[in-house]
Each structure stands twice: as C-alpha cells, then as structure tokens.
RNA sequence: GCGGCCGUGGCGAAGUGGUUAACGCACCGGAUUGUGGCUCCGGCACGCGUGGGUUCGAUCCCCACCGGUCGCCCCA
C-alpha cells in the first residue's frame, strides 16, 4: 500500500463503472432526442484562455486551478470548467460560419479544480455539459434548461428545484454595478474581507456572500431585476414564459448571480432537496454568456450552456434510492479438469466469444468444485464442462445452473446449440 | 487556506499501558477422490497510518507529519 490517488480524485472500479455507463448512455440518448452533438475538446488549455474566459476574478481563476509550465514554457492549465474550452474551439475551428446554426454541443469531460475535497467536491471531477453557440432566442435558453431538468427527470429524480435570475445586458449589468458599489461603500468597513474585495473587482457577488447574508445593507441592496432595461426585461420574461409553456417549475431568486464573469441574462441553478444529501446541493449550474466568444477572439456570437457534475448526479440517485439496472449475470462459464481438457476449454471458450456468447472460464487452477463456486458466483446460466470422460466421448456437459438440468452435447455442436440457447430463434 | 472527527487483516468492526490482538463477512482447504447455492470442521494480522517522545513496557498516553472524512469559503 505504498502508492495512494492524489488528494480529492478517485478511481472508478468496475461495480461502479457500470453506474456510469448507465447514466451517460442515458444523457447521451437525451442529447441525441434533442438534436444536441458531442465536442471533445483537450483536456488542458493555455492559461489565458481561462483567465480570459473565466474572469480573473473569479474563485477558478484566482486559487482553484491546476497550472504548471509545460517543457516549452507554455503556461498551461488543467480545465477547470468547459465553457471556455468549447467557445475556444469553435472560435478556432470558425464554427460559426457552418450552415447549421445555432450550433449545438454536448461534451463529458474530465475538469480539475485545486480545493479542499468534501461531499460532493474533488479535485478531478466528472462533467456532463451542453453549449448553443449563434443564437440569442429565449427559447434556446428554455431548451437548455428542458434538457438539464429532463436528463434529471428520466432518470427517476424528483426532489429537484430550478432556481433562475437574469443578470441583464451589459448596460443593466453596469447600472446596477454601480448602484450596488454606492449602496455597499458605505458599509464597507463592516463587511467580510472577500467582500471589500468583492466590491470593486466584481460587487455582484457580494450578494452570493454567505458570511454577510444576514448584513441589514443585504436586505436593501438593489436588485439586479430592478435595474434590467426594457429589453432585458423582455428577454427574461420570455425565457420564464417557454418554461412554463413546457410545465417547467422554476424559482425566480434575485441574489443567484453565478461565481463565472461570463454570464448575462438568463443564470440557472439546480439544486437537489434530497435529504442526506450533503451540505453541497447543486447539481448543475448554467446561463448564458453573450460577448465570451468576442472575449475569445470571434465574431459576436451569443452562447448560452450549462455544467452538470456527474458525481453529484450519482449521489443524486443514491439520495433517492433509485436504483440503476445492471445485469450482472454470466451467460456461460466453462470448466475444465485436466490438461487435455485445459486446452479444449482454451479452444472452445475463444470459438464460443467469437460467435457472441459471454464466455469466462477458470485460471486459477481451482478443482472442479472450485469452478462450479466460482461459477455460482458469477451468476453463470450455462456451465460446460469438460473432463476426461467427455474428451473420450467427443462430447460436453451442459449444465443449466437454475434448473440442475444437464445434458450431453456433441463437441461438434456445442457453439450451434449454446447460440440457439443463449441467442435465442432459430440460429442452427 | 481554516476547523471538527477518524486511521486495527481483502472489507466491516471490538479491544487493553504488560506473556497468544475478539467477532462478522469474504476467501482458501476438508467433510463430499468429477458437480454450485445449505450445513459442519479447520485455516487466514511477527501486526494495530508514519516518525519521534513518555514508560521497565505501548495498538492503546503525548507531539509532529501523512492520509481519509465532514464542514467553512466557493462551486459541478
């Protein structure tokens, strides 16, 4: 026990693969239904494209990433988020100018975040995520949430809550900027020291403070909706309104503002009610970022995406108890006592895998009741055995587990009668 | 970065300042010389996170470090 996985990541050992396999190939089907295709993009970047995707002033940027030099003296940077990634490559790879926009993204991927490890938080982390890049419909907005609450919905989660604010255009952004600066300056000595730095680099997020929530200048503080011009107003009103066209719940919270510099208009959150869950609820976290793809060299093309934390999604599903099919069974397991018998079991187990049967057999050179334990284990239907009386006869045994039922099977027709077995209709 | 709790076999889990470190599960062998799931019998930690210290003696007491876990900040 001498080597151990680095501090917050962890393997994922194959009875909990299969969870995972499960819970991508559903999203993936979802993505599919909703016209959504998959990007995978490079697990590091260089550092400016976080920095300036991101916002220096953000947590991520500030203490949260993995940067090193690379041989070359490249700043490089472990992702920590996948929005700046996809809008780098589809600035690069001038996705904008396909036919088909806006254009729709899926990715899964691996980020990395340098904090402290808890419930629900590591260092590696696994993410499911969609991007819409070129458009600037409200209706986009409501078709990335529907996805995020469907990718929930169909896998039996109930105990969910939508929480969405709209943080407005640049020109309400401003206004409101500045009003929160002049209503907070007043009290800056009483504030948290995250806070008073809050307040010039980026006063929206005073209101996200936990520290300084019960603060009485909180309560008065000027809310962001209450500065939305007329068409920022518009705007979310219709993103409110093809949520509830589609019978999506949601909560409307003025002090959701996201931790990521890029968002405008439509932030979302959602968070799970599940008890035990832990002190962490968000499951998913999102909004749109008109003006990133400038930010990032391209052309002025909306966006709009969100990050779902697949680890989340699991304690989601743990929380609720709902449990994840898995067939564990074995279709066929051969044993085998004796040399000779040894290399037929070798040469019918590779024909049997070869015309698509599940096929295992032992090596651990265990006895015959051994194998059959072993066997019993592996929940296998079918055991063949082979042993110096059925090599003599040309012939093997095939033992139905379930029932005890066991017949004689010519050598010869083994993998015909496994198949029609196994693989059911007339397969002879 | 800060704080609480924890660190005994593959896993779960008792335990005591003093010659042999419970028990359960799993695993292995046998009863059953070629047939599983039940039962019975037997086996399975020169070792109690690492390094110091206290002591005649430490798994148990103290300190440091490392690791885990939960929480704070913030987020997926």
């Known amino acids: 026990m001498s080597y151990k996985a680095p501090r917050g990541t962890a393997d994922i050992l194959p009875q909990d693969a299969n969870k995972w396999q499960f819970v991508e190939a559903k999203i993936k ?24 995707g991101v916002g220096d002033s953000t947590d991520i940027v500030q203490k949260e990433m993995y940067t090193f030099e690379d041989r070359g003296g490249r700043s490089i940077t472990l992702r920590p988020e996948g ?5 780098r490559s589809f600035v690069e790879n001038k996705l904008y100018g396909s036919v088909n926009q806006p254009v729709k993204l899926y990715y899964f991927a691996q980020m990395f975040r340098y904090e402290r490890p808890q419930k629900g938080r590591m260092r590696q982390l696994n993410q499911f995520g969609v991007e819409v890049l070129g458009s600037a419909d409200p209706a986009v907005d409501a078709e990335v949430i529907d996805l995020a609450m469907t990718c929930y919905r169909e896998m039996g989660l109930t105990s969910l809550k939508l929480v969405i604010n709209s943080l407005g255009d640049k020109e309400s952004r401003e206004n409101h900027r500045q009003a929160l600066i002049d209503h907070f300056t007043p009290h800056k000595n009483e504030l948290c020291g995250d806070c008073q730095m809050r307040l010039e680099k980026n ?8 520290k300084d929530r019960e603060h009485p200048a909180m309560k008065t503080a000027p809310s962001i909706l209450d500065y939305l011009n007329d068409e920022s107003q518009c705007y ?22 996201r931790g990521l510099d890029y968002y405008n208009h439509t932030a979302f959150e959602i968070m799970s009610e599940a008890d035990g869950f832990g002190a962490i609820t968000t499951l998913a976290g999102g909004g749109r970022y008109n003006g990133l793809v400038e930010e990032l060299g391209g052309p002025n093309a909306p966006g709009i ?34 040399e000779q018998a040894e290399k037929e079991a070798v040469r019918l187990v590779h024909n049997l895998r070869n015309h698509g049967i599940q096929v295992d057999k032992d090596y651990q050179s265990k006895k015959m009741k051994g194998q059959f334990k072993a066997a019993d284990r592996y929940e296998a239907k079918y055991v063949l055995i082979l042993g110096e009386d059925e090599l003599n006869q040309q012939h093997i045994a095939v033992r139905e587990m379930k029932t005890g039922n066991q017949e004689n099977i010519p050598l010869s027709e083994v993998v015909d009668v496994m198949k029609a077995k196994l693989l059911g209709g007339n397969q002879l």
């Open 29 to 52: 089907e979802i993505c599919n239904r909703y016209h959504f295709h998959e990007i995978r993009t490079p697990l590091f970047e260089h550092t400016e494209v976080f920095q300036r």
């Open 203 to 210: 006063p929206l997020r005073i209101l996200d403070c936990k």
């Open 83 to 87: 929005t700046a990634s996809v809008v």
């Open 236 to 257: 979310f009103e219709k993103v409110k309104e093809y949520l509830t066209l589609m019978g999506i719940e949601y909560h409307v919270d003025k002090n959701l503002v």
């Open 305 to 338: 995406g969100f990050g779902m934390g697949l680890e989340r999604l699991l304690m989601a599903l743990e929380a609720e108890q709902r449990e994840i099919p898995v067939d564990s069974s074995l279709d066929c397991y051969c044993i085998a006592v004796g």
